[in-house]
């Protein structure tokens, strides 16, 4: 009998996977702000201090990559100055660029895909710990709208 486990992963605000989340998005919503057509390929990394933001990123607008990071590292309560944001972009090549979506139609499909993803892996047994979580989070967040 083949035996098979299922799991879920729930982050808070200040988790660095959920911190990346929120790097990310607001990069691909910069460029699409500066240019609907932007071709957004990149992924970020949080570590001991630092981020890291990789891949490819064409867009007609000039967006300032370490600016947006820091200015989402301070939204969630973060001191960016005690980081060191490394970016490691480049345009995205012609030969990919010939036969991609638009970064806003990949976007609504990944959601769709994610959410999908996720729903199907949570366990009804993690949704006290979930809700806990949950509380958790909407406190901090009450927390910092009060400052």
């Given at each position: 009998?083949?035996?098979?486990?299922?799991?879920?992963?729930?982050?808070?605000?200040?988790?660095?996977?959920k911190l990346c989340?929120?790097?990310?998005?607001?990069?691909?919503?910069?460029?699409?702000?500066?240019?609907?057509?932007?071709?957004?390929?990149?992924?970020?990394?949080?570590?001991?201090?630092?981020?890291?933001?990789?891949?490819?990123?064409?867009?007609?607008?000039?967006?300032?990559?370490?600016?947006?990071?820091?200015?989402?590292?301070?939204?969630?309560?973060?001191?960016?100055?005690?980081?060191?944001?490394?970016?490691?972009?480049?345009?995205?090549?012609?030969?990919?660029?010939?036969?991609?979506?638009?970064?806003?139609?990949?976007?609504?499909g990944s959601e769709?895909?994610?959410?999908?993803?996720?729903?199907?892996?949570?366990?009804?047994?993690?949704?006290?710990?979930?809700?806990?979580?949950?509380?958790?989070?909407?406190?901090?967040?009450?927390?910092?709208?009060?400052?």
């Amino acid at each position: 009998m083949n035996k098979s486990y299922k799991t879920a992963e729930s982050a808070c605000a200040g988790h660095p996977d959920k911190l990346c989340d929120i790097i990310a998005d607001s990069l691909l919503d910069a460029c699409l702000r500066k240019d609907k057509s932007s071709r957004v390929a990149c992924e970020v990394m949080a570590t001991k201090g630092k981020i890291i933001v990789a891949g490819e990123i064409t867009c007609d607008g000039k967006v300032d990559i370490r600016w947006k990071v820091c200015e989402v590292l301070r939204k969630v309560g973060y001191n960016p100055w005690k980081f060191t944001v490394f970016v490691f972009v480049h345009k995205q090549s012609k030969d990919i660029d010939a036969g991609g979506t638009t970064a806003l139609e990949a976007r609504n499909g990944s959601e769709e895909r994610y959410g999908h993803f996720y729903s199907c892996l949570f366990r009804w047994e993690d949704y006290d710990k979930y809700k806990e979580i949950r509380k958790a989070a909407e406190k901090y967040a009450d927390r910092k709208d009060s400052d």
